[in-house]
C-alpha cells in the first residue's frame, strides 16, 4: 500500500480522468441530440460545444473533428444495441439462434428507426464503424458457432467480413425503400446458410419468436 | 420518310449529342488519369477541365460536382470489370459457376489492384455505385440460377443487396490487409452456401480453375 503522500499525487490525474470523461459524455450527449434534430450537415463543433456547456477549444482534447464525434457516436450507439442483443440471446444455447436473433434485431432496428440506420450506412467508414462496435461480438458468436459443430466456414475471417458486409448491403435498401417487412427474417435465413446450415434447419431457426428481454 | 428539311433539323442535335458526348468522355478520361496520378482530395475540378482541354464552365454541362464525376468513373470501371465477367462466364452453364467466378474475379482484382478497390470501398455511396454498376448482372445471375433450380433463397431482393454488401465487406477487408490470398474462394463458398448450395457442391463449384477470356 502506498504511503499517504503518493496517494494524493495519485488522486490528481484521477479527478482529472473522471473530469475529462465527464466533458466527453457531454460532448457525445451534445452531438448525438444535434445531429438527430437538424442533422450532421447543419451541426457545427461551436454548437455542440455550446451545447454541452464546454468550451469550444476543448473540444479538440476529446476530437479531432466533427467526422471523429460522428463517429464516436455511432460506435457507441450500435454498441449499445449490442447489448441489448446480448441481453436478449443470453439464455438461448443454440448459436445458430444467437445469430439469427442479433441480425433479424439488426434489420428490424433499421425498419423501425430508419433516421439510425441511414447515419450508419451513409457514412464511408461504414464498414469500420460496425467493426469496430460490433466485431468483437460478432467473432465471438461465429467462434461459438464453430466450436458447437453448428457453423462449417471456410475461413471465419471471411465469414465474418462477409456477415458485416451482407448486414450493411441489406440496412441500406431497407433504408432506401427497397425491402418489405420480412426483410429481417430473410436476411437471417440466408446467412445462416452461409454459415453452414441447410434450408431446412435455417428456415426454422428463423421462424422462432424473438426473445424478449 | 420525314421529307428532307426535317431530316436536317434532325441532324444538329444529334451532331451536338455526339459533341457531348465526345466531351463527357474526355472529362471522365482526364478524371480517371488524374484521380489515378494525385489521388482524389488533390484534384480540383479545374485540372479535370485543363487535362480534358474543354472550358471550365462547361464542365457543369455534364458533371454536378467532383464527387459526381468520381462516381461515373468508378460505375464506369466497375461496369468494365462487370463485361469482363460476362466474358469470362460466356461458355458456362452452371449458374453457380457463373456466380463463382463473378465473385472471385472482384475479389481478386481487389488483390492486384488495391486502389482501385480502396476508390471502391471509400465511397459511402459504395453500395449505390456497386448497385448501379452491377446490380442489373446480378439480379440476372441470381435469377438465372433460381430458374435454373440451382438457388434457392427466401428472398431474391434480400438475397441481391445481401450478396452486393457481402463481396463489398471482404473487398474492404482486402483494401485493409485483414485477408490472404484465399479470400476470393472462400468468400465464392460462404455465397454459393447463402444461395443454396450444400457445403460439398459449393466447394466443387469455387474449386473449378477460373476460365480465361
Given at each position: 500500500?502506498?504511503?499517504?503522500?503518493?496517494q494524493s499525487v495519485d488522486a490528481a490525474p484521477t479527478r482529472g480522468a473522471r473530469r475529462r470523461e465527464r466533458t466527453n459524455a457531454r460532448l457525445m450527449q451534445a452531438a448525438r441530440v444535434l445531429f438527430a434534430?437538424?442533422?450532421?450537415?447543419?451541426?457545427?463543433?461551436?454548437?455542440?460545444t455550446q451545447e454541452a456547456d464546454?468550451?469550444?477549444?476543448?473540444?479538440?482534447?476529446?476530437?479531432?473533428?466533427?467526422?471523429?464525434?460522428?463517429?464516436?457516436?455511432?460506435?457507441?450507439?450500435?454498441?449499445?444495441?449490442g447489448s441489448v442483443v446480448d441481453a436478449l440471446t443470453e439464455g438461448l444455447d443454440d448459436p445458430a439462434e444467437v445469430m439469427s436473433v442479433a441480425h433479424r434485431h439488426f434489420v428490424t432496428r433499421a425498419q423501425q428507426d430508419p433516421d439510425w440506420a441511414r447515419l450508419i450506412v451513409r457514412l464511408d467508414a461504414s464498414h469500420r464503424v460496425l467493426l469496430r462496435a460490433l466485431g468483437a461480438r460478432a467473432a465471438r458468436d461465429l467462434d461459438n458457432g464453430?466450436?458447437?459443430?453448428?457453423?462449417?466456414?471456410a475461413d471465419p475471417r471471411v465469414a465474418l467480413f462477409a456477415m458485416g458486409?451482407?448486414?450493411?448491403?441489406?440496412m441500406q435498401a431497407v433504408v432506401n425503400g427497397d425491402l418489405d417487412g420480412d426483410a429481417a427474417v430473410h436476411h437471417a435465413e440466408g446467412l445462416?446458410?452461409?454459415?453452414?446450415?441447410?434450408?431446412?434447419?435455417?428456415?426454422?431457426?428463423?421462424?422462432?419468436?424473438m426473445p424478449s428481454i
Open positions: 500500500m502506498p504511503p499517504a503522500q503518493e434534430r437538424q442533422g450532421i450537415d447543419a451541426t457545427t463543433i461551436a454548437e455542440i464546454v468550451g469550444f477549444g476543448s473540444f479538440y482534447n476529446h476530437f479531432d473533428s466533427k467526422d471523429d464525434i460522428l463517429d464516436a457516436v455511432l460506435v457507441a450507439s450500435i454498441d449499445e444495441q464453430i466450436a458447437a459443430g453448428r457453423f462449417h466456414v458486409g451482407a448486414l450493411l448491403g441489406v445462416l446458410r452461409m454459415l453452414g446450415l441447410d434450408q431446412a434447419d435455417a428456415r426454422a431457426v428463423v421462424a422462432l419468436p
